[in-house]
């Protein structure tokens, strides 16, 4: 390894080793695949907004659109706030938002149509027909159409979804996406109805459709769609062999989100309070338990950051400070409010990059100590290395400055002789490189990079000195240059050098 250079591994895209050009099949091209991507479901929008429109006029339609848009900008809001701890690409949400609102809706209104004339017609039955569709045709095709959004981002952008709330938040997405273009549907029907009967103001049909599909239950949608989320989230935690867990527990998923969506469109059906008695009994609580189940989720992943970051800094890829400072969502903002205060938007865009790159490199620690890495573990530890690498000069003093606005101070106990250099709960001399100052962290730079143990691998140590502070913890670094715990930080399963090394 150069030692003046970080490792840089080949670019994924790049020539072979032996130097022969592999063409790729004009289908594999990136812009084939987004350019038939985006002609689909532009095409469905247009077929789904001449179907809405036909069914609720040019005037409900408008009326619609107006009502149906308040919930969407909180619940995206809400959705990318879970997002927060390792933020995926807009692109992501923005594909499924269109896939709820034109794709999945597309599918959903014709295939609920045929099959409701269908039974109609075999039965002699309409009641019946719009009875059973509801309560299970339905469920079964919206879900179904819904959770093609998630296979798809699971399937073909792997490294974006690689858990719990990867899978919560496409998912809540597509379904908001969803919900938005029924919410169209069913409140420009309602005005069309007001119009014919003349009713206005809250006794209306559409103040009664808004209160209940807008004000009581915007998450309803969001709600089924998030179980097939959780279980495509856990499927990406599985490890590659796990087969019949990574498909069993998607589909589970799924069928969790058809049977609450079937008692949730039947509940009309159990009686005058029967919508009330779902709604309280079950919607509620299970939107609390999700809720909880996704800010613990929130919560563990942060911890994830603050026990595998350590050992990347005992490598000297990262300062001491960082992983403390990267495992708190309060220090990261920190973190870019003083880049974009100091150098500019552009440095604040850099600091969050950078966060969200160390982020990644945690989880895919992680994961590979747990033996679910993929086999381009090695390639991908060092893609994110390098991004880190590159951002590190407006990266590092930011992160320092929030970890030293977060970090707890730390009483050390005075020694019962007299100190020369010490007052009280000051800052003492520091006898050498490393040394501890009155709050418990270092004064001086570390030299060079500790000894690494365990695995999996981390590559070396970066060029030149690694300067730092560790903030906290409350225990003082090592005398000399760097050898064994230093800078706050407790002694963990520090990396193997590289075998070419």
């Known amino acids: 390894m150069s030692p003046l250079f970080p490792p840089r591994p080949p670019h994924p895209g790049g020539a072979p080793e032996d130097g022969v050009l592999r063409h790729a099949h004009w289908w594999h091209r990136r812009w084939v695949r ?16 001449a179907l809405v429109r036909e069914q609720t006029g040019t005037e409900g339609f408008l009326v619609g659109l107006g009502l149906a848009v308040l919930p969407v900008p909180l619940l995206v809001a809400a959705f990318r706030w879970l997002d927060r701890v390792e933020p995926g690409p807009w692109r992501n949400l923005v594909f499924a938002f269109a896939w ?33 569709g509801a309560t299970v045709i339905a469920p079964i095709v919206e879900e179904s159409a819904k959770a093609a959004a998630v296979l798809l981002v699971f399937l073909f952008r792997r490294r974006d979804f690689t858990g719990i709330v990867d899978g919560v938040v496409i998912a809540g997405v597509t379904a908001t996406g969803f919900a938005f273009t029924e919410n169209i549907l069913y409140l420009g029907t309602a005005f069309g109805t007001d119009q014919l009967t003349g009713d206005t103001g809250i006794a209306s049909v559409t103040a009664a459709t808004f209160f209940v599909r807008v004000i009581m239950s915007p998450f309803a949608h969001p709600l089924f769609t998030v179980l097939t989320g959780i279980g495509f989230g856990v499927a990406a935690l599985s490890g590659e062999r796990q087969h019949l867990r ?31 008695a779902v709604y ?43 992983p403390f400072a990267l495992g708190s969502m309060r220090a990261r903002r920190l973190a870019r409010e003083y880049a974009g205060r100091h150098l500019g938007k552009p440095a604040a865009r850099e600091v969050a990059r950078y966060e969200a790159y160390a982020t990644s490199l945690a989880f895919l620690r992680h994961r590979g100590r747990r033996g679910r890495a993929g086999a381009d573990f090695l390639v991908r530890e060092r893609e994110l290395l390098n ?27 005075a020694p019962p002789w007299p100190v ?16 501890t ?23 070396g140590s970066p060029p030149g000195p690694s300067y730092g502070y560790g903030y906290g913890y409350g225990h003082p670094a090592a005398h000399g240059h760097g050898n064994g715990p230093q800078n706050g930080y407790p002694a963990g399963p520090y990396p193997a050098p590289h075998p070419r090394q």
């Not at 880190?388 to 992160?399: G, I, M, T």
Request: charged share 10%; glycine share 12%; aromatic share 12%.
């Open 437 to 459: 100052a009155g709050f418990g962290h270092p004064s001086a730079p570390v030299y060079g990079s500790p000894p690494m143990y365990g695995n999996p691998t981390v590559y």
């Open 34 to 49: 987004y350019g038939a991507l985006i002609t689909l479901l532009t095409l469905s929008g247009l077929v789904i907004l």
């Open 280 to 322: 309280a009994a079950f919607m509620v609580p299970a939107f609390g338990l999700l809720t909880w189940l996704v800010v613990w989720t929130r919560q563990r992943e942060l911890r994830t950051v603050r026990e595998e970051l350590p050992a990347y800094a005992a490598a000297g890829w990262l300062t001491p400070a960082e």
């Open 100 to 132: 709820g609102a034109c794709a999945a809706a597309l599918i959903a209104i014709i295939a609920n149509s045929f099959a409701t004339r269908w039974i109609a017609t075999a039965t002699a039955d309409p009641s019946g027909a719009d009875t059973l």
């Open 420 to 435: 020369y250099g010490v007052y009280g709960y000051g800052r003492g001399p520091a006898h050498g490189q490393g040394h």
């Open 246 to 276: 990574r498909v069993l527990v998607p589909l589970c998923g799924l069928l969790l989100a058809m049977g609450m969506h079937a008692l949730w469109n039947g509940s009309s059906s159990f009686g005058e309070f029967g919508f009330f």
């Open 387 to 413: 991004e880190l690498w590159r951002r590190k000069d407006v990266a590092r003093p930011a992160l320092d400055h929030a970890a030293r606005m977060t970090a707890p101070p730390v009483r050390v106990a």
